[in-house]
């Protein structure tokens, strides 16, 4: 069983950054990690992935050159570093553990953190 932890969400002005940490806790190793969101009214969605050795494997077209996805391996925590932050990137976000590359079937999920954009 794997515990997932997020935290570092909040209320930003557009063009801010956040950072968003997510700590795993219990059988930790899992091959990919990867954070979600979802906004009011829409499916959430994959925005970054990452393998276990520190490859990136996957960025939503809408978040390139402006989030970056990392991990920690000896403290067993992901990173989601989001710079020039818009209003549309307010959803609910989510990390997520799993051993698909494509985060298409997931075995954990974190309880998510509300990031707010204002403009």
């Known amino acids: 069983q794997v515990q997932l932890v997020e935290s570092g969400g909040g209320l930003v002005q557009a063009g801010g950054s956040l950072r968003l940490s997510c700590a795993a806790s219990?059988?930790?190793?899992?091959?990919?990690m990867g954070w979600f969101r979802q906004a009011p009214g829409k499916e959430r969605e994959l925005v970054a992935s990452?393998?276990?050795?520190?490859?990136?494997?996957y960025y939503v077209d809408s978040v390139k050159g402006r989030f970056a996805i990392y991990r920690d391996n000896p403290k067993n925590t992901v990173y989601l570093q989001m710079n020039n932050l818009k209003p549309e990137d307010t959803a609910v976000y989510y990390c997520?553990?799993?051993?698909?590359?494509?985060?298409?079937?997931?075995?954990?999920w974190g309880q998510g953190t509300q990031v707010t954009v204002s403009s």
């Open positions: 997520a553990a799993g051993n698909v590359a494509t985060m298409t079937s997931v075995d954990y």
């Open positions: 990452i393998i276990w050795d520190g490859r990136v494997t």
């Open positions: 219990g059988r930790t190793f899992s091959t990919y």
